[in-house]
Protein backbone atom coordinates (compact mmCIF):
# COMPACT_ATOMS: atom_id res chain seq x y z
CA UNK A 1 0.00 0.00 0.00
CA UNK A 2 2.57 2.29 0.70
CA UNK A 3 4.41 1.70 -2.38
CA UNK A 4 1.23 2.15 -4.37
CA UNK A 5 0.86 6.28 -2.44
CA UNK A 6 4.94 6.66 -3.15
CA UNK A 7 3.83 6.05 -6.67
CA UNK A 8 1.12 8.06 -6.93
CA UNK A 9 2.79 10.93 -5.22
CA UNK A 10 6.23 10.74 -7.57
CA UNK A 11 3.78 10.35 -10.22
CA UNK A 12 1.63 13.80 -9.50
CA UNK A 13 4.49 15.58 -8.66
CA UNK A 14 6.39 14.41 -11.94
CA UNK A 15 3.03 15.72 -13.96
CA UNK A 16 2.61 18.77 -11.84
CA UNK A 17 6.60 19.83 -12.99
CA UNK A 18 6.06 19.34 -16.25
CA UNK A 19 2.61 21.00 -16.33
CA UNK A 20 4.30 24.34 -14.87
CA UNK A 21 7.19 23.78 -17.04
CA UNK A 22 4.85 23.81 -20.01
CA UNK A 23 3.30 26.67 -18.76
CA UNK A 24 6.35 28.85 -18.49
CA UNK A 25 7.18 27.39 -21.98
CA UNK A 26 4.36 27.89 -24.15
CA UNK A 27 4.69 30.16 -26.77
CA UNK A 28 7.61 31.40 -25.63
CA UNK A 29 6.50 34.87 -24.64
CA UNK A 30 3.54 36.63 -23.54
CA UNK A 31 1.91 38.81 -26.03
CA UNK A 32 3.54 42.14 -26.67
CA UNK A 33 1.56 45.22 -26.09
CA UNK A 34 1.28 46.27 -29.80
CA UNK A 35 -0.75 42.55 -30.49
CA UNK A 36 -2.62 43.10 -27.58
CA UNK A 37 -4.04 46.13 -29.06
CA UNK A 38 -4.21 44.99 -32.27
CA UNK A 39 -5.56 41.58 -31.24
CA UNK A 40 -9.00 40.48 -33.39
CA UNK A 41 -11.16 38.70 -30.16
CA UNK A 42 -13.98 37.90 -32.90
CA UNK A 43 -17.48 38.03 -30.97
CA UNK A 44 -18.61 37.81 -27.48
CA UNK A 45 -19.56 33.96 -26.34
CA UNK A 46 -21.83 33.86 -23.46
CA UNK A 47 -20.17 31.71 -20.59
CA UNK A 48 -23.35 29.39 -21.08
CA UNK A 49 -22.83 28.80 -24.37
CA UNK A 50 -19.25 28.22 -24.23
CA UNK A 51 -19.44 25.85 -21.27
CA UNK A 52 -22.32 23.66 -23.35
CA UNK A 53 -19.45 23.51 -26.14
CA UNK A 54 -16.99 22.91 -24.14
CA UNK A 55 -18.71 19.81 -22.17
CA UNK A 56 -19.47 18.76 -25.70
CA UNK A 57 -16.11 18.88 -26.47
CA UNK A 58 -15.10 17.00 -23.47
CA UNK A 59 -17.55 14.41 -24.63
CA UNK A 60 -14.93 13.14 -27.04
CA UNK A 61 -11.42 14.23 -25.36
CA UNK A 62 -12.50 12.06 -21.60
CA UNK A 63 -12.12 8.77 -21.26
CA UNK A 64 -15.00 8.26 -19.17
CA UNK A 65 -17.14 11.96 -19.36
CA UNK A 66 -19.50 11.03 -17.19
CA UNK A 67 -16.84 11.02 -14.22
CA UNK A 68 -15.81 14.64 -14.82
CA UNK A 69 -15.69 16.91 -11.82
CA UNK A 70 -15.41 20.82 -13.30
CA UNK A 71 -14.65 23.92 -12.00
CA UNK A 72 -15.33 26.59 -14.69
CA UNK A 73 -13.89 30.34 -14.42
CA UNK A 74 -15.29 33.28 -15.85
CA UNK A 75 -15.27 33.88 -19.84
CA UNK A 76 -12.94 36.60 -20.50
CA UNK A 77 -11.04 38.19 -23.30
CA UNK A 78 -7.50 36.33 -23.79
CA UNK A 79 -5.01 34.43 -25.77
CA UNK A 80 -3.61 31.34 -26.42
CA UNK A 81 -0.78 29.58 -27.52
CA UNK A 82 1.27 26.54 -27.61
CA UNK A 83 4.86 26.13 -28.25
CA UNK A 84 5.83 27.47 -31.69
CA UNK A 85 2.06 27.82 -32.36
CA UNK A 86 0.97 31.70 -33.25
CA UNK A 87 -1.02 33.26 -30.46
CA UNK A 88 -4.58 33.07 -30.91
CA UNK A 89 -6.77 36.09 -29.47
CA UNK A 90 -10.32 35.08 -28.52
CA UNK A 91 -13.05 34.29 -25.63
CA UNK A 92 -10.81 32.01 -23.14
CA UNK A 93 -12.87 29.71 -20.43
CA UNK A 94 -10.35 28.02 -18.11
CA UNK A 95 -11.73 24.92 -16.69
CA UNK A 96 -10.14 22.44 -13.94
CA UNK A 97 -11.16 18.97 -14.91
CA UNK A 98 -10.82 15.86 -12.78
CA UNK A 99 -11.89 12.82 -14.56
CA UNK A 100 -11.56 9.56 -14.59
CA UNK A 101 -8.44 7.36 -16.90
CA UNK A 102 -8.70 3.90 -18.87
CA UNK A 103 -7.92 2.37 -15.17
CA UNK A 104 -11.16 3.54 -13.64
CA UNK A 105 -8.96 6.04 -11.17
CA UNK A 106 -9.24 9.91 -10.83
CA UNK A 107 -6.66 11.69 -12.64
CA UNK A 108 -6.48 14.85 -10.55
CA UNK A 109 -7.60 18.21 -11.24
CA UNK A 110 -5.87 19.95 -14.62
CA UNK A 111 -5.87 23.20 -15.67
CA UNK A 112 -7.61 23.61 -19.65
CA UNK A 113 -8.35 26.88 -21.89
CA UNK A 114 -10.73 26.95 -24.30
CA UNK A 115 -10.23 29.49 -26.94
CA UNK A 116 -13.72 30.32 -28.86
CA UNK A 117 -13.20 32.51 -31.86
CA UNK A 118 -16.86 34.36 -33.42
CA UNK A 119 -18.65 32.14 -31.01
CA UNK A 120 -17.38 28.22 -31.66
CA UNK A 121 -14.22 26.32 -29.81
CA UNK A 122 -10.95 27.03 -32.17
CA UNK A 123 -8.81 25.58 -29.33
CA UNK A 124 -8.51 23.56 -26.36
CA UNK A 125 -4.87 23.44 -24.39
CA UNK A 126 -3.35 23.35 -21.44
CA UNK A 127 -3.72 26.70 -19.53
CA UNK A 128 -1.58 29.59 -20.79
CA UNK A 129 -2.80 33.12 -20.40
CA UNK A 130 -5.82 35.60 -20.24
CA UNK A 131 -5.57 39.38 -20.49
CA UNK A 132 -7.22 40.37 -17.02
Given at each position: ??????????????????????????????????????????????????VRQAKIFL????????????DWGPIKKG???????????????????????????????????????????????????TKN
Amino acid sequence: MKSVITKILMTTTLLSAIGLTACASLHGELPTDEELVGADYGSPISQQEAVRQAKIFLQHELKDPGSAMIDWGPIKKGWTGYYNTPLQFGYVLSANINAKNSYGGYTGYQQRQFCFLNGVISRCLPRTGTKN
